[in-house]
């Protein structure tokens, strides 16, 4: 299916944004591969398509499980057709192992050692200030979000976290850590928003990473490409 074309509004490091109407945009993914800040870019054919195939299929997952979410369909291709949406600048991040950042500033813990409960994290959505870990409180000063939304974002989050675990653990996955980001509609309600892929999630298949740790560890475009196609045929999305 194509979907109506429409005026680019934004352009970030994986995704241009189109706006088609008052409330509707398309979001459509990149043939590029970013690390490090946007330090490392590589073009990467096809992995929009990957990506792509991916948000989808997990947004339509969680909708379909009674999360709301932005998403409307996918064309097939690079592009989803999404609510458009008021968005909060924060970053969610839902852990389940220490890696990555967590394990930089806790370096008391062993990467991947299981959490006894999965740690909710918010970072400010600003590259500029390499996305800083900052607290509810923080959010709640700036007027970024209300507590009742925190509070919120924070239940959705762990309501995600098991889903999605539960449906990778189904196909022998691990999923280590994802982030997440939220909006609100015209009518005040809070929206899961934005990407879910490989780009945005830590999933492991017999300890080999399915996702971007693999570009940020210094590995190729192709051996990127060839997880996420893995990826893709574990959960069954025939592109
Ligand atoms: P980063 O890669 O750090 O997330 P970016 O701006 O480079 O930042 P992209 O994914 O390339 O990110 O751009 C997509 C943009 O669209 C993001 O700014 C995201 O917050 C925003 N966005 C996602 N979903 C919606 C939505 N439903 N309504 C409005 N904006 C959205
Ligand atoms: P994190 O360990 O905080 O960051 P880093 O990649 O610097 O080690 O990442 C936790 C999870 O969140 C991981 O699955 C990647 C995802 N993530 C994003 O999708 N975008 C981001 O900007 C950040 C910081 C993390």
Redesign the pocket.
């Known amino acids: 299916m194509s979907l109506r074309e429409g005026r680019l509004i934004y352009e970030g490091k994986a995704k241009r944004v189109y706006l088609i109407s008052n409330d509707e945009l398309i979001m459509e993914f990149k043939d590029e591969v970013t690390a490090l800040d946007g330090a490392r870019k590589e073009h990467a054919p096809g992995k929009g398509k990957l990506t792509a195939s991916q948000t989808a299929f997990f947004m339509d997952y969680l909708t379909k499980s009674g999360i709301r979410t932005h998403f409307i369909n996918w064309d097939g291709d690079r592009r989803i057709h999404v609510r458009r949406l008021r968005m909060i600048p924060v970053?969610v991040?839902v852990?389940n192992y220490a890696?990555?950042?967590?394990i930089r500033r806790m370096p008391l813990m062993k990467p991947l050692t299981r959490f006894t409960a999965p740690l909710v994290e918010f970072?400010l959505k600003n590259d500029g200030l390499h996305?800083p870990l900052i607290l509810p409180e923080d959010i709640i000063e700036a007027e970024l979000a209300s507590m009742e939304q925190i509070m919120e974002v924070k239940s959705v989050a762990l309501k995600v976290n098991q889903l999605l675990s539960e449906l990778l653990s189904n196909h022998g996955l691990i999923l280590?850590?994802?982030?997440l980001e939220f909006g609100v509609n015209g009518n005040g309600a809070l929206v899961l928003a934005d990407e879910l892929s490989g780009?945005?999630?830590?999933i492991l298949m017999n300890g080999k990473h399915l996702?971007?740790e693999l570009f940020?560890m210094g590995g190729s475009v192709k051996e990127l490409m060839e997880a996420y196609s893995t990826l893709n045929s574990i959960l069954g999305l025939s592109l």
């Open positions: 970053e991040i852990r890696y990555g950042s967590f970072h996305d280590v850590d994802f982030k780009d945005t999630m830590r996702d971007k940020r």
